[in-house]
């Protein structure tokens, strides 16, 4: 079955640098765009960046654009977000997610917290 | 960008009855909308996309309809298991958008 599981979240000064991860199993990963979507705490659903299967196309949100970079390792079946300058309103659980336009499947979700 | 507005905010239903929850896009997003269902602590599920399309192993019970600009969730005969918070998302443009989500609680 699909699993997707995402790492690297944790406690970071604003300013600083973090990369989640999102290891995805249980499909040809490389077939699939994959995207990132974020909800702050208590929040509802903010999209953050999208990416096709053969890395062609990126998008980003106007909050994260200049800051965030996504990225995709197809032969280990991994999908990540660098997020640097970081600032306390990127504080959120982070999901990533199969699909570039709708979200067919989520991973657990990851604690990203921006705090001094 | 498009900016999605749901309503109502709260929905109080008892089980078993219906529940209608609306989603408005503020410019024509063709079919290109889709439903999420969210219970705490747990990630978002896909109910719905293209508009009216059930997502593989959703039941029968949901529905989705409308394109444009108005768009509806419909959970016909609610179980326990519905009650949870509803957001319809956008993709027929950059940057994907979702609504501020609707609360179905129970009566």
């Known amino acids: 079955q699909v699993q997707l599981v995402e790492s690297g979240g944790g406690l970071v000064e604003p300013g600083g640098s973090l990369r989640l991860s999102c290891a995805a199993s249980?499909?040809?990963?490389?077939?699939?765009?994959m995207s990132w979507i974020r909800q702050a705490p208590g929040k509802g659903l903010e999209w953050v960046s999208s990416?096709?299967?053969?890395?062609?196309?990126?998008h980003y949100g106007d909050s994260v654009k200049g800051r965030f970079t996504i990225s995709r390792d197809n032969a280990k079946n991994s999908l990540y977000l660098q997020m640097n300058s970081l600032r306390a309103e990127d504080t959120a659980v982070y999901f990533c997610?199969?699909?570039?336009?709708?979200?067919?499947?989520w991973g657990q979700g990851n604690l990203v917290i921006v705090s001094s | 960008e498009i900016v999605m507005t749901q309503s109502p905010a709260t929905l109080s239903v008892s089980p078993g009855e219906r529940a209608t929850l609306l989603c408005r896009a503020s410019?024509?997003?063709?079919?290109?909308s889709a439903w999420y269902q969210q219970k705490p602590g747990q990630a978002p599920r896909l109910l719905i996309y293209s508009a009216s399309t059930r997502a593989t192993g959703i039941p029968a019970r949901f529905s989705g309809s409308g394109s444009g600009t108005e768009f509806t969730l419909t959970i016909s005969s609610l179980q326990s298991e519905d009650f949870a918070v509803y957001y319809c998302q956008q993709y027929n443009n950059w940057p994907l958008t979702f609504g501020q989500g609707t609360k179905v609680e129970i009566k």
């Open positions: 410019q024509s997003v063709s079919s290109n």
């Open positions: 249980g499909f040809r990963f490389s077939d699939y765009s």
């Open positions: 997610a199969r699909g570039q336009y709708y979200f067919e499947y």
């Open positions: 990416m096709s299967s053969g890395e062609s196309t990126k």
